[in-house]
């Protein structure tokens, strides 16, 4: 039985870069679509109280429910050479029965099932329960594009030409993927991550919708050719309708010591640094950046977290502080000679808030999609520095395609100079910050049309509520 308002569903895999999207997608449903909808969260050990301290600091609709499922406990499943991609795979798998459960126990069965691309497999929970099935791609069309055309290529063309001769990976009517952005899971056609990305590739198009977190204006290129036939419209089959830009609002009367800080400031003369909810730097690396900082004679904030590696002299760094306080990871002295210009933030910071202040001026950033959203909505030219996942791709976008950044030159494992860091810096904040900035503007007000009442976004969004009706 259902009520007379749709209700759906929708299925977060775990990590802020995943919850946070799809808990925005959840809430323009309920606030400007008519719907109720319920917010199932796949949680691990240590995903788990980020989960709850994101659902305690912001504001939730009333008819918007989160549930935060069972953590699941994949230890005895993966090995120390499981990659990411196979590890979330994993855990979405081992999340379904609680899933199940979870909505069968609801008074009404939800009208549509909406799932992160991890969350595919659950698909076959709406079918069994009757109902329609959405996917939601928390990152660019384009990387949507290169997820559902890969099932459809040969080895040769994968292993051959791009693994092992570097050939761009063509996607019809799309920029090709040149190698040195290519997506980890692509590498090894043997790894389990390959395998499950392909399985998401094929399963993705069987859904009634595909959801994607961008806008027209933003890909008019690839969201053309995942609507033309000729082009990738047959492989995609299913509708694909562009929503976003969905980024977490700043909330409303927040303050704190960072924010206080940059009340002090001068207008756009801070460069915000940061790597997403899980980026780590090498202890190498750690140590250029702070010079970098220090030599560019920028104000920053920084949000730090200790680096991560195996061998025992970067395991000493995790544990004391100098005289002054700077951590023992950073240069001697760091904090003292950076007091008045910089800001050191361990681990985590507010930073929808932080980049919406008006004395942010530029974001060096690892491209995380959402983090990429934040900025253009802000208007705020970027650094790219990407380090995993699909992040090459997104810097190659920002840089050369909508030309909102500017990219380091070395990419990991290659560590980046402090000369390089405190040029690029400069760059963006001083030499070509302007004509950047003025392009990120514009796509700010493109960003807000989309989203007003009548933009595209909003009607995609319109098309869905719609079918659940
Ligand atoms: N984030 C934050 N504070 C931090 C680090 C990250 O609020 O100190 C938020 C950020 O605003 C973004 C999300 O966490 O919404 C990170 O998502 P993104 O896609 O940028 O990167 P990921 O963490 O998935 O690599």
């Known amino acids: ?51 709850q301290l994101l659902k305690k600091s912001h504001p939730i609709p009333k008819l918007l429910d989160i549930v935060l499922l069972p953590p699941v406990d994949i230890s005895t499943l993966i090995n120390p050479t499981t990659g990411i991609l196979a590890q979330l795979a994993i855990m979405m798998r081992q ?10 126990a609801m008074k009404f069965c939800p009208t549509a099932l909406i799932v992160d691309i991890f969350g595919t497999e659950a698909f076959a929970i709406s079918e069994e329960l009757n109902m329609l099935k959405y996917v939601f791609i928390t990152s660019t069309a384009w990387f949507l594009a290169l997820t559902i055309h890969l099932p459809t290529l040969d080895a040769k063309v994968v292993e051959e030409e791009h693994v092992r001769n570097h050939e761009p990976l063509m996607i019809p009517g799309c920029s090709s993927v040149r190698f040195e952005d290519t997506f980890e899971p692509v590498l090894d056609r043997n790894n389990q991550m390959y395998i499950e990305y392909i399985r998401m590739g094929v399963q993705m198009p069987t859904a009634d919708g595909i959801l994607v977190n961008t806008w027209q204006d933003l890909e008019p290129k690839t969201l053309g050719a995942l609507g033309d036939k000729r082009k990738l419209g047959w492989v995609a089959q299913a509708p694909v309708y562009a929503v976003g830009p969905l980024v977490r609002p700043v909330k409303p009367g927040s303050s704190s010591d960072v924010l206080g800080w940059l009340d002090m400031q001068p207008q756009q003369s801070v460069v915000y640094v940061s ?43 995790k544990t004391g502080h100098r005289s002054d306080n700077t ?23 507010p930073q929808t808030e932080i980049l919406s202040h008006p004395s942010v001026g530029g974001f060096l950033s690892h491209c995380g999609w959402n983090s990429t959203l934040e900025s253009i909505v802000n208007g705020l030219p970027m650094i790219a ?26 990419t990991p494992p290659v560590v980046v100079s402090r000369e390089e860091i405190e040029t690029t810096i400069r760059q963006v904040m001083e030499d070509k910050g302007d004509a950047i900035r003025a392009r990120a503007k514009t796509l700010k007000s493109s960003a807000e049309k989309a989203l007003s009442k009548g933009g595209s976004s909003y009607n995609s969004l319109s098309y869905v ?5």
Not at 15 to 31: A, D, N, T
Not at 95 to 104: F, N
Not at 327 to 349: E, I, S
């Open 275 to 317: 790597f997403g909810s899980g980026g780590t730097l090498s202890a190498k690396q750690t140590t250029e950046l702070a010079w970098g900082l220090e030599l560019s004679e920028q104000r920053f904030i920084w949000v730090v977290r200790p680096p991560v590696e195996d061998d025992a002299a970067a395991a000493i760094f």
């Open 95 to 104: 999340a379904l029965p609680s899933l199940r459960q979870a909505i069968s």
């Open 465 to 469: 509520a719609n079918d659940c009706e």
């Open 327 to 349: 951590p023992d990871f950073l240069p001697d002295g760091f904090l003292t000679r950076n007091q008045k210009k910089g800001l050191v933030v361990p681990m985590w910071a």
């Open 1 to 51: 039985m259902q009520t007379t308002k749709p209700h759906a569903a929708l299925l977060a895999s775990p990590g802020m870069g995943h919850f946070i999207p799809v808990l925005e997608l959840g809430k323009r449903l309920v606030s400007e679509h008519g719907f109720n909808a319920t917010v199932f969260v796949v949680t691990t050990d240590t995903s788990l109280s980020q989960s």
């Open 385 to 410: 520095w990407p380090l995993y996942a699909e992040q090459g791709m997104n810097a190659t976008m920002l840089t050369e395609d909508i030309g909102v950044a500017v990219r380091l030159k070395s």
